[in-house]
């Protein structure tokens, strides 16, 4: 098991609210994001690494590929979805901090918070994460009032 900085659900991962509002608050050595379908696309990790600063490391990762190996106590990790967060749970990345940030609306999706819209495979792994003593907290910006995501689901 390996004890990680932040861990992050934001369907949009890298940009602004990552970028201006939780990595000067987190102030990771690096940023891992987790995602299948940017670990494919060179063009998207391009676009994502133009906006963290040089003194960040930036990685990615699929869900498969990624390890307990590739982060440590200083790192951020990113990911686009719940289902993406168990995975990592289940590899032995455990945040000292977990957030939920936005997931927004989708296709059969429902909101249940502003720009908070979840389906029930959504809310399978929530509730498979909550069941596994980690405690989110939904808070879109470190100025948002974090809120237990248990309360709101």
């Known amino acids: ?19 201006v509002g939780w990595l000067p608050e987190i102030k990771p ?4 994001v987790v ?5 494919e696309d060179a063009m998207r990790q391009d676009l994502m690494s ?4 040089p003194e960040i490391e930036l990685s ?9 190996e590739d982060v440590d106590e200083s790192s951020f990790v990113l990911v686009s979805s719940p289902k993406t967060a168990w995975e990592c749970l289940q590899k ?8 939920v940030g ?3 609306s989708k296709d059969g999706k429902e909101e249940i918070f502003e720009a908070l819209h979840v ?17 989110p907290i939904f808070q879109p910006t470190p100025q948002n009032q974090p809120m237990p995501l248990g309360d709101i689901l």
């Not at 995602?35 to 670990?39: K, L, Q, R, T």
């Open 35 to 39: 995602d299948d379908n940017v670990a």
């Open 92 to 99: 032995g990345i455990v945040p000292e901090r977990f957030n």
């Open 29 to 32: 050595e690096s940023l891992v």
């Open 119 to 135: 389906d029930d495979e959504d809310r399978k792994y929530f509730d498979l994460i909550v069941k596994s003593g980690v405690e």
């Open 1 to 19: 098991m390996t004890k990680v900085a932040f861990l992050r659900i934001d369907d949009r991962l890298v940009h602004g609210q990552v970028i």
């Open 60 to 68: 990615f990762y699929s869900s498969a590929e990624v390890s307990e």
């Open 50 to 53: 133009l906006s963290v600063p």
């Open 102 to 104: 936005g997931m927004h």
